[in-house]
């Protein structure tokens, strides 16, 4: 099922005249479930009900030990009891940044359902061993790009891509292994915020912060939920 479709004839073409009335839900307290990771799995699930084109697609924001943020999508690949896991390059600008600074906020902009999720906290490596357990699941071309892509570094051209993966593809056979360089970070957040859009932008924000350093993100104790003002 598509949540899109081409916008009419006679639509606003200025910015300031863009408007959306977001009217497909409330989020009272009494909606909300026990814990961080039971909210944030029926809201997944929710929106792979209705067919949201990459549910698990978030905005991964980062910033270095010169304070200088920086922003991009990646895609969820767990969420346990420790937090939110993702991979990557670990010499790309994120993997910098996060080992100088590992702190990180994640948002899921699940626009067509007028929701999304924004989560805070500390980031922690995914263990060797996670890491190359998932690395072995991935489809073989996307492992022999992992060993091609010196991620985030300038490049003179599209040419370099293609012969730096030609040449690695030649090296390895279908065993491509784990590089020393590619790994994953998990965010174990401080707060996870659930929004729902109402109408008159009065928003519905409710947010689980960890109110226990030891608290898991399925513990029903250890967070306290806070309403804030859209």
Not at 6 to 16: M, V
Not at 148 to 153: C, F, H, K, M, Y
């Amino acid at each position: 099922m598509s949540l899109w479709s081409p916008p009419p004839e006679d639509a606003p073409r200025r910015l300031a005249d863009l408007r959306v009335s977001y009217d497909a839900g409330t989020l009272l307290e009494s909606d909300l479930l026990a814990t961080p990771l039971a909210q944030f799995s029926a809201w997944f699930d929710e929106a792979l009900r209705v067919g949201l084109p990459e549910p698990n697609a978030m905005i991964v924001a980062t910033a270095g030990d010169d304070g200088v943020p920086s922003a991009r999508t990646v895609l969820l690949k767990e969420a346990d009891s420790r937090g939110f896991a993702f991979y990557t390059n670990l010499g790309s600008r994120k993997g910098r940044e996060i080992a100088a600074n590992p702190r990180a906020s994640l948002v899921f902009p699940w626009f067509a359902m007028h929701r999304q999720v924004v989560v805070v906290g500390d980031v922690m490596p995914v263990p060797r061993e996670e890491a190359a357990a998932y690395f072995a699941s991935r489809p073989r071309g996307s492992r022999v790009g992992a060993w091609t892509s010196r991620q985030s570094e300038v490049i003179d051209g599209r040419d370099i891509l293609d012969e730096r993966y030609a040449e690695i593809d030649d090296r390895f056979g279908d065993d491509v292994p784990l590089p020393d360089f590619w790994g994953g970070w998990i965010v174990r957040p401080a707060t996870v915020e659930f929004w729902q859009g109402r109408e008159s932008r009065l928003h519905d924000r409710l947010r689980f912060r960890r109110a226990s350093a030891q608290a898991a993100l399925d513990a029903a104790d250890g967070w306290v939920v806070e309403r804030l003002s859209p």
